[in-house]
């Protein structure tokens, strides 16, 4: 990295002066009163142009905030819905289970039994 900075300096440091764009060490020559105007109506065009994009940039900001702001709230209530969904989830059940309900067929579940009591236990699995 040392060295990048050294070698960068150095080109900097001994580099020609160059001089960049179309501008002139003299002022250029008057060539009329038309020139004159395109120039005029181009600055006017280029202003208006800036005043557009200015206009689209707040534009733009306004919507990727808005965004943003969205997803950080659906971010939030997804996982607190989640964390609601897991906290009320027992033995793949989304209603918590009471501590004996009957079965269809008249047997009675328990928490924690795989079946009803006349099923072996390795079948369960």
Request: proline share 8%; aromatic share 6%; charged share 20%.
């Amino acid at each position: 990295m040392k060295h990048l900075i050294l070698i960068t300096s150095l080109l900097m440091l001994f580099a020609p002066n160059t001089h960049a764009g179309w501008f002139f060490d003299d002022p250029p020559p008057d060539l009329g009163p038309e020139y004159r105007a395109k120039i005029v109506s181009l600055e006017d065009r280029l202003s208006e142009q800036h005043a557009v994009t200015t206009r689209w940039e707040i534009a733009t900001g306004t919507l990727a905030v808005g965004c943003v702001l969205l997803f950080v709230i659906g971010t939030a209530l997804g996982a607190k819905t989640r964390q609601h969904y897991d906290g009320t989830t027992r033995l793949g059940r989304t209603v918590p289970p009471t501590a004996a309900t009957a079965a269809p067929n008249g047997a009675r579940h328990h928490m924690g039994e795989a079946g009803p009591p006349d099923r072996h236990s390795t079948l369960a699995a």
